[in-house]
């Protein structure tokens, strides 16, 4: 059985498209943020065993790897020739605040180069995301990433999901090293999911 053809891609639902993408990527970016706000400039490099990424290592990794993936996104492999992963994985930070401030640094340069790439794009650039079968006619699409070519919009999910990855690594070990009695809950608390609800003035039990 082939395939269903795809519906015809209009301007409005490419700008809708990337604005969702757009979305997802800030919501991540500042949820993160809230859990990283909560380490002072030695929490913030504390392993939890001693092999485990820092939070400061995972944000220099999310840096470096946004900038290699959205720097030329359309026009360059996404894996640059200039990163070096592996160093990523480093803690080579300065000591005290000045460490702390590095680390974010690289963060923020990551995310700026997500965050202006996503600005730029346009209907044209996502024409023929699906206006092909990607299993037939991969080998053209606009994007790629160590070799292998993506649609755009499959290229953003990637690292969507990347990141999504990222923000839970970050958010549970702020909270392993915070501890429960001074730890400011990212999401819904325990416990609280009613009252939520009712904030929001949803009713689960309720049928449109």
Known sequence: MSDPIPAKQT????????????????EIRRESEQA????????IRRSLDGDVNSVAVIMKH???????RFTSFLTEDGEKPWRDREAEFVDDFPAGEAGRDA?????????RVLESTLASLCEADLATDLATDLATDLATKPVLIRGVPHT????????LAH????????????RMIVGRE?????SIPRGATAQ???????DPNSRP
């Open 11 to 26: 301007p409005e639902a490419t700008r809708l498209l990337i604005g969702d993408f757009a979305f997802k990527f800030a």
């Open 152 to 159: 755009v919009s499959r290229a953003l999910a990637r690292s």
């Open 182 to 186: 001074r730890w400011n809950t990212i």
């Open 36 to 43: 990283i706000a909560q380490l002072d400039a030695v929490q």
């Open 62 to 68: 999310v840096g470096g790897n946004l900038r290699s």
């Open 103 to 111: 680390a974010l640094a690289d963060w923020r340069d990551g995310w």
């Open 196 to 202: 939520r609800h009712a904030e929001m003035g949803f």
């Open 163 to 174: 990141m999504a990855y990222h923000q839970g690594q970050i958010t549970l070990i702020a």
